[in-house]
Nanobody, 130 residues
Framework: QVQLVESGGGLVQPGGSLTLSCAAS????????IGWFRQAPGKEREGVSC????????YYANSVKGRFTISRDNAKKTVYLHMNSLKPEDTGVYYC???????????????????????WGQGTQVTVSS
């Protein structure tokens, strides 16, 4: 059973930076995508970024492109989301998510389409406010 444990959320001022971590375990195949979704109050959950464990390709939602960077440490089985130039609209609960349907995950992130994800973390709160 896949387990995802997030950490690193918190309160940050606009323009600031924050890094989220997701420790992953339990994968039985190397073919999957892992990344981040977020949910702001009163809004639907949306894809933010993902990385294909198959070939290492990374993908971003337009709203975070150029500001957020996803990376992974295969030895530690950990995925990171480095968030820079944070804006109040980045506020929300950030969820680490993994799924074996890589193409569908990519579309969910890049086009913002809804997707049923196979594995979720518990979520970590990110608040961008002065």
């Amino acid at each position: 059973q896949v387990q995802l444990v997030e950490s690193g959320g918190g309160l940050v001022q606009p323009g600031g930076s924050l890094t989220l971590s997701c420790a992953a375990s339990g994968f039985t195949s190397d073919y999957y995508a892992i990344g981040w979704f977020r949910q702001a109050p009163g809004k639907e959950r949306e894809g933010v970024s993902c990385v294909s464990n198959y070939d290492g390709s990374t993908y971003y939602a337009n709203s975070v492109k150029g500001r957020f960077t996803i990376s992974r440490d295969n030895a530690k089985k950990t995925v990171y989301l480095h968030m820079n130039s944070l804006k109040p609209e980045d506020t929300g609960v950030y969820y680490c998510a993994a799924d074996q349907n890589i193409p569908k995950y990519i579309v969910a992130v890049v086009r913002g389409t809804p997707m049923t994800i196979g594995s979720w973390g518990q979520g970590t709160q990110v608040t961008v406010s002065s």
